[in-house]
């Protein structure tokens, strides 16, 4: 797996997710394809890079090793904060879970020796990935706990014939003028010789025709299909 940068079309790549936005809004009440098997697929890269942010609606799992008492599933309420047992409440949105998970341990330590706590996010509020390109359904796809990019595109139908499956993107909002490309080869995830990814809300997957030189062709051949200079 590669991760690039790239700002050389910055502009037209953060139009292109103020557009997902805005589908994503309209057509939240959706339904979405359900995929019945999902192929097993190598266990997908968790770093600290990839820890996910926050949102209202979220639902998480908070447990407690050896205070198993306190454990419970809150949700994120529209204020963006949380309630829990024995501590005031705390606000959740924007922060990652680590950041989270660090900001609770300080509270509790004044209630518990030590206190371990692990954050796991059950459910996304209501948030969608979109799959593009060589899929044989492209669509919005409502994002869950745990979605990989292979798992996104069986959802939409799997692989055309003409997909170049070595050469996957993923555009995804960085938070900054530069979007990050993520470029996977599904051939080798397949294989059990690469990684798959967990997607993140407003992910763009999308599956180039085969060949592709290099992420810059797309970005001048894909974005420009969408937005006319």
Sequence with gaps: MKTMKTGRHAYKVKVIFL??????????NKKVSELNTIPSTPQPSSTAEDDYVLHAGDKLEIKFYNVPE???????????????????DVKAVGLTTSELDKILTQKYAKNIKEPEITIIVRTFSTQNVYIGGEVNSPQLIKLHENLTA???IYMAEGFKETGGLSNVLILRNSGSQKP?????????VMKNKEKDVYLKPYDIVYVPKTPIAKADKFVDQYINQIIPR
């Design 70 to 88: 306190l454990d419970e599933e809150v949700n994120i309420r529209p204020d963006g904060k949380i309630s829990l047992q024995l501590i005031d």
């Design 180 to 188: 990050e490309i993520v470029k996977i080869d599904m051939k080798r």
């Design 19 to 28: 557009i997902l936005f805005t589908f994503t809004a309209c057509t939240h």
């Design 150 to 152: 292979l798992q996104a």
